[in-house]
């Protein structure tokens, strides 16, 4: 364990935490200017540690590691059998770091503890999900032509490819990309959000333990407009994989243009969860809350819009209300706590900007409440938006914290109506007994992936993605593997005489 980690769950706990480097080429590294950065802890506001802060030339540096691993290093040439080796042995290190990784995590996100701790559980399992993917799933076709022709298809690696992450589940998030884009021959540059540094660095440490070869993975930190840039426009590096913000991702789109790029996009979300006065109240009421308060809110697929049938609107509101109230908000390193601090005061201020959005907008705002205790954190209590409209700016635009607007509606058709008013198109979630309205509805709603009568459980041979401003093209199963992680090679083997014109043979 490298950062020696003592008085768990104490507010200086922090302090034992090393500064950060560059994981180029087998090594952790300085980077070239020397520059670095500070990590703060949401729930504190105090620094964590320095960073250092990749720019292009680090990029340079990282590509051409990740390039010479892949052309000449052994990687390319790898058996597969010991390349799942590789990956596997990651998933062992993370399960046996598992406590150190969910605590730095919750460290440097304020995302509680109880839930940091699943999720390296899940990151854990991309990896060997992949190792499975590849060694049973990753085939190609084969067409016979008569007796003329066999022809097939390879899926090979693309080279090297750009991981670009966001900040909100960070760990599991980037191994989502590592994962395949690894275990499916490729090389990787990762550039992790600046906001939550600790984990990508955790996860170079992981991969440097299980002996990966050197430069097959290589981690730059640095903000997104330079070191983020910088992959995203070197020529070398073959595709970009992107979750983020949608405005992001259009920039990223456009700056992959010109070195023709591949790129694969997981953008921001404005779920709908549709309840119907025949739902199962209890159950529809949990998925609910746990849908728009787990991640803290900071969540892509989050409920953030509830609509609620008239029949069963005032019974569900009061439930919503006493919920609210009862939300465990504190230390992220409780284990008992629920909510916990938001991952930076910029974004704290712009989620409490759209509460007051909201109440302009006519809205009852119903919060609970943050100890005082707790004033130098990130925190923004748990929080409805009561007598919303679909229209309203509140309702429109991610929010991307513990807030739901609460929508009424009468009819099926008015409810899908509203839920596809909206630019995203993400997730979406149908609470009824009746069946074949769960269908319908499920069907009807414009977004990548919706659930009936369920809350966002993951099947991982399943697509992930999202439609409409919520992303372009779908990485799980095998869609990471055939659509974005390889390119599909064709070989023709003639296997009979077919004609070939004679051109210019004398007769
Ligand atoms: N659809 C999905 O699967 C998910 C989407 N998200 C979305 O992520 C967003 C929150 O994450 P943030 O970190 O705030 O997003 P962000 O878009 O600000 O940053 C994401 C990453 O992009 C980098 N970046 C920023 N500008 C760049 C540029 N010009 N070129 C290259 N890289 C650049 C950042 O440094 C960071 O690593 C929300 O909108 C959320 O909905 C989050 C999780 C899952
Ligand atoms: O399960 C995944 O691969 C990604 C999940 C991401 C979220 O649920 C989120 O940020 O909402």
Known sequence: MQ?????????????????????????????????????LNPFTNHAINQVSEGREEDIKLAVDAARKAFKQGPWGKMKLEKRM??????????????????????LDTGLPISQTKKMTARAAENF??????????????????????INYTIHKPLGVVGLITPWNAPFMLETWKVA??????????????????????????????????E??????????????????SHPDVEAISFTGETVTGSVIIKNAADSLKKTSMELGGKSPLIVFDDADFDRALDAAVWGIFSFNGERCTANSRLFLQKGIKEKFVDALKERVSNITIGNPMDSGTQLGPLISKEHAEKVKGYIDIAREEGCEVIQGKVPEEYSKGNFVPPTLLLEAG??????QEEIFGPVMSVIEFETEEEAIEAANDVKYGLAGYVWTNDIKRGHRVAQSVDAGMLWINAQNVRDLRIP???????GIGREGGHYAMFEFYTEAKVIHVAIGDHHIPQFGKKK
């Open 3 to 39: 950062n020696k980690i003592e008085d768990q769950g104490s507010k200086n706990a922090y302090q034992n935490v090393k500064d950060i480097k560059l994981y180029i080429n087998g090594a952790f590294v300085d980077s070239k200017g020397g520059s670095t950065f500070e990590n």
């Open 85 to 106: 080796e590789y990956i596997n042995r990651i998933a062992e290190v993370i399960d046996e770091e598992i406590e150190e990784i969910a605590y730095l995590e919750a």
């Open 128 to 149: 060997r999900f992949y190792a499975r993917m590849v060694q049973s799933r990753l085939h190609g076709e084969a067409y016979a032509v008569d007796d003329e022709f």
């Open 180 to 213: 395949p884009a690894l275990a499916t021959g490729n090389t990787v540059v990762l550039k992790p959000a600046e906001l939550s540094p600790l984990t990508a660095n955790k996860l170079a440490e992981v991969i440097d333990k299980a002996g990966l070869p």
């Open 215 to 232: 430069g097959v993975f290589n981690v730059v930190h640095g903000f997104g407009e330079t070191a983020g840039a910088a992959l995203v």
């Open 390 to 395: 679909n229209e309203m700016k509140s309702s």
């Open 464 to 470: 992930f993605g999202g439609s409409k401003a919520s």
